[in-house]
């Protein structure tokens, strides 16, 4: 991933400060009363391949080098996927959805223990003594031949901590309508084959039903005090991501003497996030539709970053949101 450029470093690690300073005043009075700053809490959002993860990574190591030197937690999505038995058993209950199968999609995640983490690391500045810790779960998805299993421990952060880094591929999707999920289905998918979803054997049903079990992850994004998308240009809001995650595989490959998936298997890896980013990525800056009428909009609108990288994952644009 070493095409990401430091550019984008850059504007993440400016919006999280000027967002931390302002995060910092808005508790300010809070502080003078005796209480803690609760950490700032950042949502990272992006693709598969787009350097997300990798990125993410630098702006922890930027914040926390001089002459910042914030306290730093980062906190990924996919280690909040259910346990493999969890997995095995969601698959089993849903035999005709494809976008089930296996670890991926909303529904596929441990959502009681990702909101008690995000409550957690929301007060761990209020916690003292010895054992004012709190510890984030890992998921090893090198176990079960790839399929992956919770790991049985995970990371340990020690207040205080300045900011979190929540990141994630679906963070801060949010569910729609079931008549837009139809209107969705039938419509083209900009620079993909025709018929894209049937082709593959989704039904709508298979996406109403992970439409259903993203609702639940609502109150997770409520948590979030800013956030940060890494997008795609909108002439290729798809076909990169197959790009990206092949070099990645193939990066991969190269360093592990060729262990890891067929460029077939990771073809068919992200047909299956493809309706994620079709059906509920505009969630973002759009938020969803909380009653017939009545649109509620994301927590972080007014404190976003939205990065959009070309296909060497250049900078091409950046504003706010």
Not at 3 to 9: H, K, Q, V, Y
Not at 54 to 75: C, E, G, I, K, Y
Not at 97 to 119: A, F, S
Request: some cysteine; charged content about 25%.
């Amino acid at each position: 991933m070493t095409e990401t450029p430091p550019e984008a470093i850059g504007h993440m690690s400016t919006h999280v400060l000027t967002q931390l300073s302002a995060h910092r005043s808005r508790h300010a009075g809070k502080d003078a009363a005796g209480r803690t700053i609760p950490p700032l809490i950042v949502g990272v959002q992006g693709p598969q391949g787009s350097g997300k993860t990798f990125l993410t990574s630098l702006l922890r190591d930027a914040l926390q080098s001089p002459p910042h030197n914030l306290s730093v937690a980062v906190f990924s999505l996919d280690d909040l996927y259910l346990p493999h038995d969890g997995l095995v058993s969601l698959a089993q209950a849903h035999p005709h959805n494809p976008l089930l199968r296996g670890r991926g999609q909303p529904g596929t995640h441990d959502v009681p223990l990702g909101t008690q983490v995000l409550t957690k690391l929301r007060g761990i500045n209020d916690l003292t003594g010895p054992d004012a810790q709190v510890e984030l779960p890992s998921f090893d998805k090198s176990l079960f031949n790839g399929e992956g299993d919770r790991a049985p421990s995970g990371t340990i952060v020690r207040p205080p901590v300045d900011v979190v880094l929540f990141e994630g591929w679906c963070v801060g999707f949010y569910p729609i309508s079931r008549e837009e999920v139809e209107r969705r289905f039938v419509r083209p998918v900009i620079g993909l084959d025709e018929g894209f979803f049937e082709k593959r054997g989704y039904k709508v049903e298979d996406v109403l039903e992970i439409n259903e079990r993203l609702s639940s992850y609502v109150s997770w994004w409520e948590s979030l005090d800013a956030f940060i998308q890494i997008k795609p240009p909108d002439e290729h809001p798809y076909t990169h991501i197959y790009k990206w995650r092949l070099q990645q595989e193939h990066n991969l490959k190269a360093r592990n003497g060729g262990k890891g998936m067929t460029d077939e298997q990771v073809e068919a890896f992200v047909d299956r996030y493809i309706p994620g980013y079709v059906f509920f990525g505009d969630g973002v800056t759009e938020g969803f539709e909380e009653s017939p009428g009545h649109r509620k909009l994301p927590p972080w609108i007014g404190r976003g970053l939205r990065i959009q990288i070309g296909e060497s994952r250049e900078v091409l644009r950046v504003d706010n949101f």
